[in-house]
């Protein structure tokens, strides 16, 4: 049966993206870059300016990347399209039972994270501080984190892929926002004095309920791209 559905709903995407955003790599590049900062003396305007350009690259990265997801989900024929989904939601599945596996044993045996090397490259860049390092600095952690926890932007760009237009743009932006409220939050609490060696004790402290979170709605996105992809369910 081919895939054909509307739009997922508005909660759905929302859900999502909350779970999304607590997102464990690139609020701890924010914690190391605000770090660096402090360590520098940066005046508290330099560091807001700082801060933001890295949110902002990495907001801009995100949905450039959704967007070519979108694009390329899209090219692929009606009529393998179910397969895809399906195939799409086994990967899901296996990501949320690792997710969740890191819950009750952390780190232990495989797990989806970003690889040593990377992510010494990723602090090193980190604390290279310019407008243009930052810039490169969002986009090199959306680039080496997608493979690993865009499980639930992967799963909303292939329901949104299905009918794609103005309002799944917006869904698409909307998804991207709620993605970087976490970072400014943090840059705005630290901004108003909270240590940042405080911050990243909650980091360490939530870190397992994040992967958690994640494991749980990765497996209900999952089912739901195979009830869409059998015809089960539809979206209105």
Known sequence: MAVETALPTL???VTTAIVDSINPCAIGVLIVLLSALLVLRESKKRMIIFGITYIAAVFVAYLLAGLGLIFFLQRIPLAI???ISIAVASL???AGLLEIKDFFWYGRWFSLSIS???AKRIE???KRISLPSLIFLGFFVAAVELPCTGGPYLAITLLLSQSFNATAFAMLVLYNIIFIIPLVAI???VMLGARVDVVKKWKQRTKAYMRLATGLILIVLSWLL????NGTINFG
Not at 226 to 229: D, G, P, S, T, Y
């Open 81 to 83: 399209a179910e397969y």
């Open 226 to 229: 195979i009830l869409i992809a």
């Open 124 to 126: 090193r860049y980190a």
């Open 92 to 94: 899901l599945m296996v």
């Open 11 to 13: 909660g759905i995407v």
């Open 116 to 118: 040593g090397a990377n």
């Open 187 to 189: 840059l705005a609490v």
